[in-house]
């Protein structure tokens, strides 16, 4: 399939986990008699609040799972799950950060839990380290799919481009990036980074962000769909929702065979040399 409808979906999660789960599935409805095949939700889509321990599931298994894996059944979709808190059993007090993809009959195909922490020491002494909360992942993670090969990230991983450009590498032509970003820096660097990010890969890059006011902070919005070329396709105002756009896989090759920045690459001389 060449050609296919992808959804991201923008919301404002809080700490009631059995809302956000009914929230997302009226958005994941919604989004299907738009005719989405792929379905794309946030950061953190279940549950945003203080006790990230306390509500971390299994994947598979867990509820948050059957429940998302029952709607891409049902619709007949892809469904990536933007990310929840996922059960570490070396380490219950730090979950991973796990996205998961689920095929249209049900079950997973891939899942990858975040690897970056936003780990930061500002010049005012104020110290933020996620790293605290939540363990990090161990490995990049690219997905087959009848839609064409997919690739992940979450949030903050925006900000590294190595690990968009290996998954390129790997033949990747979409990139899946929930994020919870926040307004202090995604007023700056969110649109910046996923363009980036599409243009230098020359992939597309469907990126569903929180809103709203959270615990910590409030979270930007401005989810967007963005093309090879670097073009936002589709945009969120400022409000939940479903944003779609087309996804145009031989597009991806137009751009590649027009730009060459894949085939161009000069890995043999990529080492330093110190003077």
């Known amino acids: 399939m060449t050609k296919f409808i992808a959804a991201a979906i923008q919301m404002d999660s809080q700490d009631d986990k059995m809302a956000n789960l009914a929230a997302a599935e009226s958005y994941i409805r919604e989004a299907a008699d738009r005719g989405a095949q792929l379905v794309v939700l946030p950061e953190s889509m279940n549950y945003i609040g203080r006790n990230m321990a306390q509500e971390a599931e299994s994947i ?13 059944r049902e619709l007949g979709l892809w469904l990536e799950a933007g990310s929840i808190y996922e059960h570490n059993p070396e ?3 730090r979950p991973f950060n796990t996205t998961f993809l689920i095929r249209p009959d049900g079950t997973m195909v891939a899942k990858y839990a975040k690897l970056h922490p936003f780990d930061v020491v500002l010049p005012n ?3 933020s380290r996620e790293s605290d909360r939540v363990c990090p992942g161990h490995d990049l993670t690219v997905a087959d799919t009848d839609l064409g090969k997919l690739g992940f990230g979450i949030c903050y991983d925006i900000r590294f481009g190595e690990m968009f450009r290996i ?3 790997e033949g990747t032509k979409i990139f899946a990036v929930p994020a ?10 969110w649109e910046i980074l996923v363009r980036a ?5 020359e992939c597309y890059v469907i990126a569903p962000d929180q809103m709203g006011k959270k615990p910590r902070f409030t979270a930007y919005g401005n989810s967007m769909i963005v093309d090879p070329w670097g073009t936002v396709i589709a945009r969120a105002s400022e409000k939940t929702g479903v944003i779609t756009a087309e996804i145009d896989l ?7 065979q027009s730009t060459f920045t894949l085939d161009n690459r000069r890995p043999d001389v990529y ?5």
């Open 60 to 72: 598979p298994g867990g509820p948050t799972f059957q429940r998302l894996s029952g709607l891409a």
């Open 91 to 93: 380490d219950p007090a």
């Open 125 to 127: 002494g104020v110290t």
């Open 167 to 169: 998954m390129a590498l």
């Open 180 to 189: 919870n970003f926040t307004v202090n820096t995604g007023k700056d660097h």
């Open 197 to 201: 990010r599409a243009i230098e890969n």
């Open 250 to 256: 031989d597009y991806v090759t137009k751009v590649r």
């Open 271 to 275: 080492g330093l040399e110190r003077k």
